[in-house]
């Protein structure tokens, strides 16, 4: 899976896929998008844009972390900036990244790197190889299940036990079919989130 620490939709498909894991015979890699990337050149409301000047920190702290630790490191880091980000509401300020790098058992030094553009063609890299898997008309997430990727699922509230197991296996349905490109409806609603749950 790609994805963004600041995306509410991608952190709901981690949380399922996640859950997958629990009751199907899977396990969730983990990879890098940016929403600063993916938007940089797109015609978006300037209040947005704003919102994305932030949203290079935490991208960069992850493949710094990935870098210097491994790619294994990135699903507890996830998790703990995730939890900080959407259930805890706190943001993702260079003290709230440092906290959540020392959860997820990584040097809180790690926080150094939001503010480096060191790591940028990284962070690049990384989301392009995610985007080189859909296309350029979709966001985050993404996830790549056998030799197929799509966006999304963007589902709220991540389903949980045997209803994961079942959205999982629509997906493995839809991978298999050739041809099959999307399904899509517009959203009417927020993202729901599940009380916080270490995992």
Partial sequence: MWFDPLCPWAWLTSRWLLEVEQVRNTKTRWHVMSLAVLNEDKDIPDEYREKLKDAWGPVRVCIAAAQQHGDEVLGPLYTALGNRAHYEKRGLTPEV????????????????????????DAVRKSHQEGIDLVGQEVGTPVIKVGDSAFFGPVVTPAPKGDAAGRLWDGVLL?????GFYELKRTRDREPIFWVRKDV
Wanted: a negative charge; aromatic letters at 4%.
């Fill in 97 to 120: 990244i440092a906290e959540a790098l020392t959860e997820a058992g990584l040097p809180a030094s790690l926080a150094e790197a939001a503010t480096s553009a060191e790591y940028d």
């Fill in 174 to 178: 839809v991978a298999g079919t050739d």
